[in-house]
C-alpha cells in the first residue's frame, strides 16, 4: 500500500465514523446553516427538506 493509499483510507474512515452532536442546539444550528445554503443556492426541494428536520428539531416545551 502507498503512503497515498494509506491516507486516502484514513481520511475515508475518519469520515465515516458516527458523530454524535451534544445537543439538540448543535443539530439546529446545523441544519439552520444548511437551509441557508440550499438558500442561496436556490435549491428549493433540498430547503423544504430541511425545513421540515429544522422543525423536529425545534425544543418543544408543554406547560
Known amino acids: 500500500m502507498t503512503m497515498l493509499s494509506a491516507r486516502l483510507s484514513l481520511a ?3 469520515g465515516r465514523r458516527e458523530r454524535i452532536p451534544d445537543t439538540r442546539c448543535v443539530v439546529l444550528v446545523a441544519l439552520l446553516r444548511k437551509r441557508a445554503a440550499a438558500h442561496v443556492q436556490g435549491d ?5 427538506l430541511l ?3 429544522i ?3 425545534l425544543p418543544i416545551e408543554r406547560p
Not at 428549493?44 to 423544504?48: G, P, Q, T, W, Y
Open 12 to 14: 475515508l474512515a475518519k
Open 44 to 48: 428549493m426541494a433540498l430547503e423544504a
Open 51 to 53: 425545513r421540515e428536520q
Open 55 to 57: 422543525r423536529w428539531a
